[in-house]
């Protein structure tokens, strides 16, 4: 699969892999729904898009994140449909793409289960709940931590078409863009995001999202004064 | 693949070191802890095929009325060869298994056995017959070949807290809950010994895919309280003095709560959670990480539902 992937999503754009693209994730896939991964590149310079994807899922492409003025780190949970590799492509402003991942053993049916929102039958109820907090750092940079309510229905399941939240936007005070992404329905139910945007304590943030069906989402913040206790 | 020499060599090294249990015959080795009851330990890993799922602690009790048995691990096969080292050991057929809870480590073996002796809590059975399945499918991609003719069997017998008295040997029947939503624990009355259930692991990380950690705790006071001598675990070594593995358990899941609470209010994602050093006091601990890991999948967003404040603004 990775031939074809590559194909589509690199084009003819030189591709390497590298280590420096820090892909980490758990040793068990204890829920295959929702597999935390997390990638680092801030080890190089002039990161201008991060993918996030499983190669053998059926929907392999997770986020397509641009970090226009933030750090290059993005962890969110994804679905995993069987065993596959999970990858982080990261593109340099020249076009060059550096790669890195690994491989992940996982029970079956991440994609293709029903959400438990939808189980329940409670997701409407919940849907445009947004949590939040963003906490300083000592580069300069916040931890922006974002979740959110959606259903995130593969399209996969019991008939119930493609419904997932599609794209997600951060804002400075001034309303300058600091990070966008688009979503796919591989990320788990109940997207939960953790970027690093450039704003120091007290800067205000706001975020912008629209899910497949057109419904706006918003939600404000203020980075905190205070980082918290290392642990 | 052009097999070499040297890999030759390197495979019938390996061959040796091999598990006991990697040879496709589960190895029962019961230890007596105590006049007519035996420990047979689990190895203190996740449920993998080198050890066929045979993670589960299992107590063997000689009883004048015939065997008693507390949990019968994870598939057919074993619980087969289990009843046959049982009954050798004891003279007399198994009259009682019992179930201590849910997961399957400790009781998809009772395929083996004629439903009507197989014991557990109502919350337990009930718990079976909704999870089971999916136990079962589980058990089977994790270990194949080992779990061949298991099928999902639900308890006949249900049992609730009080004393059964098996023509002479007692064990007396605590009803409690936390590691699952039913966990039953048991006292010896003749040796004195606690047979804990995964209430309690000892130098073995607990875990906690079902675990209500309030209700955990309520019920390791009970233990505690409760009279005994030594103390069999659910998971990892016999407790001669009787306290240490509650304690134990206790300390890994009041750690387990703070550590993730403070992670969510310090900003940290799952993954990074589940790298989070793991105090030295847990150094003799087997599988900490992997545990912590599954903790954090089965905890964090619970954590963050309460922890994070809502943001979202008016359409």
Same mark, same amino acid.
């Given at each position: 699969m990775w031939e074809a992937h590559a194909k589509l999503l690199f084009g003819d754009a030189p591709v390497?892999?590298?280590?420096?693209?820090?892909?980490?994730?758990?040793?068990?896939?204890?829920?295959?729904?929702?597999?935390?991964?997390?990638?680092?590149?801030?080890?190089?310079?002039?990161?201008?898009?991060?993918?996030?994807?499983?190669?053998?899922?059926?929907?392999?492409?997770?986020?397509?994140?641009?970090?226009?003025?933030?750090?290059?780190?993005l962890a969110t949970r994804?679905?995993?449909?069987?065993?596959?590799?999970?990858?982080?492509?990261?593109?340099?402003?020249?076009?060059?793409?550096?790669?890195?991942?690994?491989?992940?053993?996982?029970?079956?049916?991440?994609?293709?289960?029903?959400?438990?929102?939808?189980?329940?039958?409670?997701?409407?109820?919940?849907?445009?709940?947004?949590?939040?907090?963003?906490?300083?750092?000592?580069?300069?940079?916040?931890?922006?931590?974002?979740?959110f309510r959606h259903p995130m229905d593969t399209g996969l399941v019991d008939n119930i078409p493609t419904y997932h939240l599609e794209e997600l936007t951060v804002r400075d005070a001034n309303g300058r863009e600091m990070a966008q992404m688009a979503i796919w329905a591989s990320v788990a139910e109940d997207p939960a995001i953790t970027l690093m945007p450039h704003a120091a304590a007290d800067a205000a943030l706001t975020i912008e999202g629209r899910d497949s069906n057109g419904r706006d989402y918003r939600a404000a913040l203020t980075v905190a004064r205070q980082s918290p206790m290392p642990q | 693949m052009i097999l070499t020499r040297r890999g030759m060599l390197a495979a019938g090294a390996a061959l040796i070191a091999v598990p006991a249990q990697a040879q496709g015959n589960y190895v029962i080795e019961p230890v007596a802890m105590g006049d007519g009851i035996w420990m047979v330990h689990g190895a203190d890993e996740p449920i993998a095929p080198a050890n066929g799922g045979a993670i589960a602690n299992i107590t063997i009790i000689a009883t004048p009325a015939g065997t008693v048995l507390c949990d019968c691990g994870p598939s057919l096969a074993y619980a087969r060869a289990l009843r046959k080292v049982a009954e050798e050991l004891t003279g007399?057929?198994?009259?009682?298994?019992?179930?201590?809870?849910?997961?399957?480590?400790?009781?998809?073996?009772?395929?083996?056995?004629?439903?009507?002796?197989?014991?557990?809590?109502? /919350?337990?059975?009930? %718990?079976?017959? +909704?999870?089971?399945? /999916?136990?079962?499918? %589980?058990?089977? +991609?994790?270990?194949?070949?080992?779990?061949r003719g298991t099928e999902l069997v639900l308890p006949g017998r249900t049992i609730t807290a009080g004393r059964e008295d098996f023509s002479g040997?007692?064990?007396?029947?605590?009803?409690?809950?936390?590691?699952s939503g039913a966990d039953l624990a048991l006292v010896d009355e003749r040796s004195g010994l606690m047979i804990g259930g995964d209430l309690v692991f000892h130098n073995r990380a607990p875990s906690t895919p079902t675990a209500d950690l309030p209700a955990w705790r309520v019920s390791l006071d009970r233990l505690s309280a409760e009279p005994h001598g030594g103390l069999i675990p659910g998971h990892g070594p016999y407790d001669p003095d009787g306290r240490a593995a509650i304690a134990q358990t206790r300390d890994w899941i009041d750690w387990l709560e703070e550590t993730l609470t403070q992670a969510v209010r310090s900003g940290l994602d799952?993954?990074?959670?589940?790298?989070?050093?793991?105090?030295?006091?847990?150094?003799?601990?087997?599988?900490?990480?992997?545990?912590?890991?599954?903790?954090?999948?089965?905890?964090?967003?619970?954590?963050?539902a309460r922890l994070l404040p809502r943001i979202d603004q008016p359409g």
């Open positions: 390497r892999f590298d280590p420096r693209v820090k892909v980490d994730f758990p040793m068990i896939a204890e829920n295959q729904r929702s597999f935390p991964v997390a990638i680092d590149a801030r080890a190089i310079p002039g990161v201008k898009r991060i993918v996030l994807m499983a190669d053998l899922n059926p929907i392999p492409i997770a986020i397509d994140y641009r970090p226009s003025d933030s750090d290059a780190y994804i679905k995993l449909d069987q065993r596959t590799p999970v990858r982080g492509a990261v593109q340099l402003a020249s076009g060059e793409w550096l790669v890195s991942g690994g491989w992940i053993d996982a029970a079956g049916g991440g994609c293709s289960t029903p959400p438990v929102s939808r189980v329940k039958g409670d997701w409407a109820e919940h849907l445009g709940e947004i949590r939040g907090e963003a906490w300083p750092l000592s580069t300069g940079s916040s931890r922006l931590r974002l979740n | 007399k057929p198994v009259v009682r298994a019992y179930v201590t809870h849910l997961h399957p480590d400790h009781g998809m073996g009772i395929a083996a056995f004629d439903p009507r002796i197989v014991a557990a809590l109502p /919350g337990t059975i009930e %718990a079976l017959a +909704r999870e089971g399945r /999916g136990y079962s499918d %589980a058990m089977y +991609r994790l270990l194949n070949d080992w779990m040997r007692a064990l007396k029947l605590l009803a409690l809950s936390g590691h799952m993954v990074e959670a589940g790298e989070l050093p793991i105090p030295d006091r847990f150094a003799t601990m087997a599988a900490a990480r992997y545990e912590l890991q599954r903790s954090v999948s089965h905890l964090y967003p619970g954590l963050e």
